[in-house]
């Protein structure tokens, strides 16, 4: 059987005897939801509703991609859903109105977590069609999180304490969803901004859970385990230290964490947050480091709210890497989110188009250590 | 000394005896500039032009990304640049107020290619910054391509004789970029519309010439090369057999050339134009698949210009992918356009978000089966 790193966390101080509480619900389409609070008192919640009552059959596939050697993930679902909601209405608000459900029941809890209704990749998939192109069923699973019932509060709104337990539902989805036998890797993210694509501006991210390790992540790790092999540490480990010494890119710096754009940014204010330890999960992170991490994120996200008077709300796609959950050990694994805001000046997109997309090469304009001044002159409140 | 392939469309039909005409000028600035016409009277032209007189030092580096193992291109250029034209001011188009000197001189010219005046890449590139990754020079060329003097046309819209000639200017760069000891590959490409970016309308493209096989050709031509070894034919040969024999994603056909989506598109709208054989590079073409290539291309054009009324100048990406000029002989590689529009219904943008960028898993809510029907119903007349 695979084992699931969420052993240092848990022995430091168990899951559920401490603030976080959870509670797994079934919606009337078949999908699981989760609640969870970090309040002591009982979760309290109505039933758990959903736009629809029509089971979900979702039946992604993958493609693969001949020439560059890589898969894709394919589903037929197309725009046209015959449903007609008030113009108020927002899926993922606690339900209100009983005729208008929402993905939430009304109830005490303080973040839900839910499987997306129209999943690129599902556990249930199943024969895939045939093609000129290898194909496979799309395995995975994918799911929304969502931060808070008030959807006019942002991550980075939110107090300290939401953000930690915030922390606590990533690392207890990453050990969860990781411990499936054909889940080899979870990826959290959160796209924020219609810059980055987003309809639903109600503060939420998702988690896509892979039964592959996808392109970038095993690209890094490739990178990583070579560093790890050749000189017993780790390259990010390596390369945090690189960045403290020489101090020009920090933007935020905690006893444990550490928020900074790297030398090799692709985006002008591109950054990296990660552990100053090579801990190789979220759920290996001790509470001193969750802590650490709640204020660091909470910095960060205020900063970049305040760079550019024009954007309150600065878009970005934020992705979190970590260990594959194969059921092998990564010590070369160290986990980090990886910010990519879209904006290059406050009226400006980065785009990426020719040499991006189609070479590979990122053509930056900008130094990052100029981009690293204008966020380090962001001058935040004691958190 | 590297041998670039023009060697069977030369021996086909010389190049300067026929009906292309080509023309090198200097800059003020030091920046070169061709003009190329098809027509058989002498070219001419006034003076060649800058829009400053201010000599080009560009000196852009490369950093080490050491998670993904890629260089990325770095250059200190801001955006503040002290010139103030009036409104009406086309930089692409031929000068007419001497005032205010765009990047070309009025004549009689056809296509016009010249060095772009703020690159990502230079051959002068020299003495790379020190840094915690490894940087070096941003060895390279980046040259702007202008398509036609009349800022009213685009790529689709020239005459098919036109738009040959433009297939034999992007076969000549690829030969005298290639030729250069520095320059191991050539790619032309195309950001069409404000959502791939692009700010300047006047119909243009640009062309990158690299140091390296930059990440994305290098994957694609490491899956070729594998290929060809294990079967003694190409990768993409084979596909385009293949598509033909299922037909249900062909978008247009010619004795000698393809457009397709391909089973394993990763947006809705991607198309790949292809001659049938392997033809490693653009400047390998015969003249009669050149004539093909422009009417396909042509077609193809009139098609997504066509796909939904309120898009008449359809955005896209266009990449042409072909064989390395690193003086070695390429039978794995096959020249293909690959074009990759941002949109999936007439009015909503494909975002590359979270799984995209983050993971490198493409999702696809949209099957290529379907989009090519819609193509495919697209009535074109004859060209």
Not at 189 to 207: A, D, K, S
């Amino acid at each position: 059987m695979k084992e699931i790193p969420s052993s240092s966390w848990l022995q430091d101080r168990p899951f559920k005897e401490v603030t976080v509480q959870k509670k797994e619900l079934l919606k009337p389409d078949g999908r699981k939801l989760w609640l969870y609070s970090s309040v002591n008192t009982p979760l309290e919640h109505g039933p758990a509703p959903s736009p629809s009552s029509e089971a979900v059959n979702a039946n992604p596939h993958l493609r693969w991609h001949p020439l560059r050697g890589e898969w894709g993930t394919y589903a037929g679902y197309r725009q046209n859903r015959p449903f007609l909601p008030p113009d108020n209405y927002n899926p993922l608000a606690p339900t209100t109105n009983a005729e208008f459900p929402t993905e939430l029941p009304s109830g005490n809890y303080d973040v839900a977590v839910f499987q997306n209704r129209f999943p690129s990749l599902s556990l249930e998939a199943h024969s895939p069609p045939e093609s000129i192109v290898p194909t496979a069923p799309g395995k995975g699973e994918c799911e929304v999180v969502v931060f808070t019932q008030d959807s006019k509060q942002s991550l980075g709104t939110l107090p300290l304490e939401h953000i930690k337990l915030l922390i606590d539902v990533w690392a207890d989805r990453y050990s969860e969803l990781g411990s499936k036998p054909d889940i080899q890797y979870v990826m959290p993210f959160e796209n924020r901004g219609v810059e980055m694509g987003v309809t639903l501006h109600h503060p939420h991210g998702q988690i896509y859970a892979y039964d592959h390790v996808p392109p970038v992540p095993a690209l890094e790790l490739e990178n990583q385990k070579k560093h790890f092999e050749a000189y017993g540490r780790g390259l990010l480990e390596d390369h945090i230290r690189a960045e403290l010494e020489d101090g020009s890119r920090i933007v935020v710096d905690s006893e444990t964490m550490l928020a900074f754009i790297p030398a090799f940014a692709r985006y002008p204010y591109e950054v990296w947050l990660a552990p100053k330890r090579a801990a190789p999960s979220i759920a290996d992170l001790t509470h001193l480091e969750r802590d650490d991490f709640a204020r660091v994120l909470k910095t960060l996200l205020y900063k970049y709210d305040h760079l550019f008077e024009a954007r309150p709300l600065f878009p970005y796609l934020m992705v979190m890497h970590q260990a594959p959950t194969d059921g092998f050990e990564h010590p070369e694994a160290h986990l980090h989110l990886e910010f990519y805001p879209p904006y290059r000046t406050p009226d400006k997109l980065k785009y990426l188009a020719g040499t991006e997309l189609g070479a590979g090469l990122v053509a930056m304009d900008n130094l990052p250590e100029n981009t690293a001044k204008d966020l380090q002159a962001v001058v935040v409140p004691e958190f």
